[in-house]
């Protein structure tokens, strides 16, 4: 257990690092991947919810920047 949550953390650490752009586009392609992913899963791939998930994410992500620390 204690590997996982090093494994956890490590990936958290980096990702709170990165810039907003590229946190933005990261959270982006994971939301519309995994949509893709759910869609292809119940056996009717839909493209068109992927990608509205995916720009809609990046574009929110980047516009209000939930990863940035408050000084």
Do not use: C, H
Request: charged share 15%; aromatic share 16%.
């Amino acid at each position: 257990m204690g590997t996982i949550r090093q494994l956890y953390r490590k990936i958290d650490d980096w990702a709170w690092g990165l810039s907003r752009g590229k946190y933005a586009i990261l959270a982006g392609l994971i939301a519309g991947l995994t949509a893709f992913a759910v869609s292809v899963a119940l056996g009717d791939p839909n493209y068109v919810i992927a990608i509205t998930m995916s720009l809609t994410l990046t574009v929110f992500y980047y516009w209000f920047s939930p990863n940035q620390k408050e000084e």
